[in-house]
């Protein structure tokens, strides 16, 4: 069993995981399986894998494509890292760095498949979707299921859900219950996966616009519209351009109602 295998190495090598630092080691193989038949893997992909700890993800995507770049925090974690994977392999490269801060590739596609620490979530996607140079083609991650629940609701019921459905067309594959874990978290997790599109829904500049327009409106997202949009100058005006009810609260709105409204803000704010 995995299981029995990573109590083995963990106890042998002399590892402790921190779980303040979401050290929370993936042992069931059906979802390591489901994981992989996610990604939608070709033998040619190249993988960016988050947070890799000592490898039991890692080894499985090495037996599918053809190069994974590993991105490990904890410095500790590497030497185990390139034991459990097998020394010297010459598909992986592990980088000793903060996935927040290490720069995507630009010079390849690249697709993600991680585990990640939950609490980096919504900065991962930020940094990967909009400040890379180069987006992924897709991302298949194992996160906090209530945070993927949200962004795969119909509805916008998150700045989160803006943001994926801006750059592409997010599905759930998958609940995980904490039991798949060693140690077990305290939450239920879920299989995310995203599809991105070739080209976002609009550019850098307008998609920041529209963040910051989620953002008013979700930290009223009890109140209609005419209480939050329509507070700023010329809200009023372009709800009305852009057909958008006044009474209707944020999480109602669809991703192209969001471009909508920004367009038409732009439009108004021109004419001043």
Request: one cysteine or more.
């Amino acid at each position: 069993m995995l299981l029995d295998e990573i109590r083995q190495f963990l106890k042998q090598n002399g590892i402790y995981l921190d779980t303040d630092k979401g050290q929370h080691f993936l042992i069931d193989e059906f979802v390591l399986e489901d994981i992989i038949a996610a990604a939608h893997l070709k033998p040619t992909d190249r993988i960016v894998e988050i947070g890799p700890g000592i490898g039991i993800l890692t080894r499985e995507l090495l037996k599918s494509v053809s190069h994974v770049t590993a991105i490990e925090i904890d410095n500790t974690l590497i030497p185990f890292l390139r034991v459990f994977t097998g020394i010297g392999n010459p598909k992986l490269t592990i980088v000793q760095g903060s996935a927040l801060e290490v720069p995507m590739p630009s010079d390849h596609p690249y697709t993600i498949v991680a585990n990640i620490p939950y609490h980096i979530t919504s900065p991962l996607l930020t940094h990967t979707l909009i400040e890379a140079e180069r987006r992924p083609t897709s991302l298949t991650l194992l996160i906090q299921r209530e945070v993927a629940e949200n962004i795969c609701s119909e509805e916008s019921s998150s700045i989160l859900t803006v943001l994926v459905r801006l750059f592409g067309t997010p599905s759930l594959v998958r609940l995980v219950e904490p039991e798949c874990f060693f140690p077990q978290p305290k939450v239920d997790s879920a299989v995310l996966h995203i599809e991105c599109f070739a080209e976002p829904k609009a550019n850098r500049e307008t998609v920041q616009h529209i963040l910051k327009l989620a953002k008013l409106a979700f930290t009223q997202r009890r109140k209609m519209l005419r209480n939050s949009i329509g507070a700023m100058p010329k809200g009023p005006e372009a709800m009305l351009e852009a057909k958008i009810d006044p009474k209707r609260r944020p999480q109602t709105l669809t991703i192209d109602e969001w471009i909508a409204l920004d367009a038409a803000l732009q439009h108004l704010r021109g004419k001043i």
